[in-house]
């Protein structure tokens, strides 16, 4: 199981990093947004990270967050901890993400990307919890009915992140405002 985990961790590193790999043309498109919520009197380069979340912080709670959608039994009892993740196993698999924009002011940045991923093997049960919100009724029905939907699903993540102390953490993962 650790190794499962670890491979897990390793790939989602490897396509956070080629995510991260961009050309110059898009480097300059997306350093207006990044200069215009920089800090004044801040340097570009070393302290870049201090500014922002790291992209691999940002793949590692998408991971977290895709993992954290389960699947549950239908009969599931009530939980005594409305806030406890679901127990279950995972109804998703983390393929990749793509991060369209990051836009920072002060403690507070918000992170807009698309998530792909592709759906485990489901035998009638329902989904908990992380992308459960946006998972269309169509594919939901047909989980339910012991269908897995084919195919690669992507979604579209707004990400808040909070600034505490020197590190940056997840707030809410919410689906983004229409463009």
């Excluded at 005594?80 to 940045?109: K, M, N």
Aim: proline letters at 6%; glycine letters at 8%; aromatic letters at 6%.
């Amino acid at each position: 199981m650790k190794i499962r985990r670890a491979a897990l961790i390793v790939v989602a590193g490897i396509i956070t990093a080629s995510c991260s790999e961009k050309s110059a043309p898009d480097r300059e498109k997306h350093s207006d947004t990044s200069e215009a919520t920089r800090e004044p009197g801040s340097e570009v380069g070393e302290g870049k990270d201090e500014l922002r979340p790291r992209e691999d912080e940002i793949g590692e709670d998408c991971v977290a967050f895709v993992r954290s959608t389960k699947i549950v039994p239908a009969q599931a009892p009530a939980a005594d901890c409305p806030g406890c993740p679901a127990a279950g196993v995972e109804a998703l698999r983390f393929r990749q993400i793509h991060t369209d924009r990051i836009s920072c002011s002060g403690e507070t940045c918000t992170v807009l990307l698309t998530i792909v991923v592709s759906f485990n093997p489901g035998a009638g049960e329902r989904i908990a919890g992380g992308l459960t919100a946006w998972i269309s009724p169509e594919q939901r029905s047909e989980y339910l009915s012991g269908r897995t939907p084919s195919g690669e699903q992507a979604y579209r993540v707004k990400i808040t992140y909070k600034r505490r102390g020197a590190a940056w953490r997840a707030a809410e993962f919410d689906r983004p405002d229409l463009e």
